[in-house]
T-cell receptor, first 114, second 113 residues
Framework: AQSVTQPDIHITVSEGASLELRCNYS??????LFWYVQSPGQGLQLLLK??????LVQGIKGFEAEFKRSQSSFNLRKPSVHWSDAAEYFC????????????FGKGTTLSVSS | DTAVSQTPKYLVTQMGNDKSIKCEQN?????MYWYKQDSKKFLKIMFS???????INETVPNRFSPKSPDKAHLNLHINSLELGDSAVYFC????????????FGDGTRLSIL
């Protein structure tokens, strides 16, 4: 069965420090992978996506993620965290067909300390 | 120029009532979804419509009935509300052409008293 695991429930990072959020997926075919961010009381905003090609993808707000097929991982990184990055981060996997739903991980809460 | 808009943003009501949540997208997408986010922030698909046709109907109580009057709208009607229905409901849409991500609304927070 398809699934997404985000091993870290809560991470605290100092402002200016680097960040890596982990995501592992289980999917039979070539996965389409996404990272979304949810600020308190807000909807989900797409940070970046991977469909094919270059395994290092760049997203908005200075985020990047690397797809590693051998490890079934799609970890999110940012070299220098800003206080405004504090939010809930969701990794998701989906198929390309219209109508297919996303399968989400349980999310990682990021706190940023000054 | 909100791409995916949901109304209302907050909905507080009593057990046993019937309520509806509306969703509209102005992106020209032909696929729309309803997701439920529980109190632990876990997101799970409820329904998916493609060109007004039901594609996905997860194990959801039949008290929940989606309706898509046209490609730009997907409404969610809930009968006989129960305490366990308290959650945030998100609408999303996606283009059926090519590899496109889903775009989400800001959610409707439903609280059952």
């Amino acid at each position: 069965a398809q699934s997404v695991t985000q091993p870290d429930i809560h991470i605290t990072v100092s402002e200016g420090a680097s960040l890596e959020l982990r995501c592992n997926y289980s999917y039979g075919a070539t996965p389409y992978l996404f990272w979304y961010v949810q600020s308190p009381g807000q909807g989900l905003q797409l940070l970046l996506k991977y469909f094919s090609g270059d395994t290092l993808v760049q997203g908005i707000k200075g985020f990047e993620a690397e797809f590693k097929r051998s490890q079934s991982s799609f970890n999110l990184r940012k070299p220098s965290v800003h206080w405004s990055d504090a939010a809930e981060y969701f990794c998701a996997v989906g198929a390309g067909q219209a109508g297919t739903a996303l399968i989400f991980g349980k999310g990682t809460t990021l706190s940023v300390s000054s | 120029d909100t791409a995916v808009s949901q109304t209302p943003k907050y909905l507080v009501t009593q057990m046993g009532n019937d309520k509806s949540i509306k969703c509209e997208q102005n992106l020209g997408h032909d696929t729309m979804y309803w997701y439920k986010q529980d109190s632990k922030k876990f997101l799970k698909i409820m329904f998916s419509y493609n060109n007004k046709e039901l594609i996905i109907n997860e194990t959801v109580p039949n008290r929940f009935s989606p309706k898509s009057p046209d490609k730009a709208h997907l409404n969610l009607h809930i009968n006989s509300l129960e305490l366990g229905d308290s959650a945030v409901y998100f609408c999303a849409s996606r283009s059926g052409v090519g590899n496109q991500p889903q775009h989400f609304g800001d959610g409707t927070r439903l609280s059952i008293l």
